[in-house]
């Protein structure tokens, strides 16, 4: 009784908890694992959930601006009035500033101007609901809250038209672009240039592959992060990249992730290759083989990327894996050139150039030099 008494003392002392000499096998890792994936998604809804809510109060308060014609109703002066009636209401909440409720309403109108003008909104912001309207307004879509509100803010105030917000919106809530993420792809143009590098793949792959696999290429790369002075030779560019890898898998686009650099590549006969960049992209499920040239494009390149194409396939590519792909990346292009050399190549490639920092910088010298004449 006294031993019994004593062991419930000591078991309510305070103590530090180390690991004891439990062994985790196989059952236990996979229920441990289950159990983490429950918590994140169980984390995701929440946080899904409390944006959503406040996304849709941004929402009404846009659109109470616009349905109400507040500034022909009450003058130019009740955007500022309302903010700071609002604050002085909630002086504990967050998101009232002048600059935030001009936000909110250039956020629903940009949306409503366009429903106004086409009708056609809702089956174009989402492919399984369509948003509509009650009593002439706009209901906010359902994908608007997957993505956080300085998301929103970025893309309407950057975009030029409708569907190119509506294509980052998809983007971000999709693939979970973060707010850098995001900038640098609007400053880089990716809406305009992303699936449009000269390619085979419509003949090269399968229907349901080839558009997903298009959008992987640009037509030029922004490799601004390098100087011209640094690339004389096609060596020059290759160690460019590879000193400066986090930025050149920036410019490739999410779900690239770095596999080597001149992979020695060996044959039964002796020969020996060496494939510039190897990549693979996680959401496709692909090797991508880059092949990099200091100088405009020729067709002789082609043959031998499509060479590394067939080694990545053969001696790389696993099971689950869907064809690798080629990226030849030159100085300059001619489309009819490409189009031809690509005509009756097998595999799937794609054809784009780049832009190193001394256009732009020629640019501004040339600007420059016109202003002094």
């Known amino acids: 009784m006294k031993d019994s ?12 908890v180390y690991r004891d000499r439990m062994i985790a096998d196989k059952d236990y890792l996979v229920w441990l694992e289950d159990v983490k994936t429950r918590f994140n998604q169980c ?33 130019t002066g009740v955007v500022k009035q309302f903010a700071l009636d609002l604050h002085q209401a909630f002086p504990d909440a967050k998101g009232f500033s002048l600059t935030n409720v001009k936000y909110m309403k250039q956020w629903y109108s940009f949306y409503y101007e366009h429903r106004t003008k086409s009708h056609q909104v809702g089956g174009q912001l989402t492919k399984t609901e369509k948003s509509h309207q009650v009593g002439g307004q706009l209901e906010m879509p359902k994908e608007f809250g ?29 693939e979970g672009w973060s707010r850098a993420f995001l900038e640098h792809q609007m400053s880089s143009n990716f809406f305009k240039i992303q699936g449009s590098a000269i390619t085979n793949f419509d003949q090269a792959l399968p229907v349901s592959q080839s558009n997903c696999a298009k959008e992987l290429l640009k ?28 930025q050149f898998l920036l410019e490739l686009g999410k779900g690239f992730s770095y596999v080597g650099r ?28 880059i092949e990099l040239k200091a100088v405009r494009f020729v067709p ?20 689950g894996d869907n064809q690798s792909v080629g990226l030849l990346i030159c100085k300059s292009t001619d489309k009819t050139i ?36």
């Open 146 to 174: 997957i993505v956080p509100w300085k998301h929103h803010v970025y893309i309407v105030s950057k975009s030029q038209t409708y569907e190119e917000a509506v294509f980052y919106i998809n983007r971000v809530a999709t």
């Open 43 to 75: 984390q995701f809804k929440t946080s899904v959930h409390v944006n959503t809510a406040m996304l849709e109060f941004y929402w009404s308060i846009g659109r109470d601006l616009v349905a109400l014609r507040a500034e022909e109703r009450w003058g």
């Open 5 to 16: 008494h004593m062991k419930k003392k000591i078991e309510e002392m305070p103590s530090f």
């Open 262 to 289: 001149q992979m020695e590549l060996q044959t039964p006969g002796g020969q020996t290759f060496f494939p510039d960049l190897v990549f693979y992209h996680i959401p496709q499920h692909r090797y991508v083989v």
């Open 219 to 246: 037509k030029e790369y922004d490799l601004s992060f390098i100087t011209a002075d640094e690339v004389k030779k096609e060596k020059d560019l290759e160690n460019a990249l590879a000193n400066n890898i986090t």
């Open 300 to 319: 002789e390149f082609v043959g031998k990327l499509n060479f590394y194409v067939t080694a990545a396939d053969k001696l790389l590519r696993g099971e």
């Open 338 to 373: 490409v189009e031809w050399s690509l005509q009756d190549i097998q595999k799937p490639l794609g054809i784009a150039s780049y832009q190193l920092q001394e256009v732009v910088e020629r640019t501004i010298a040339e600007i420059e030099m016109k202003s002094n004449v």
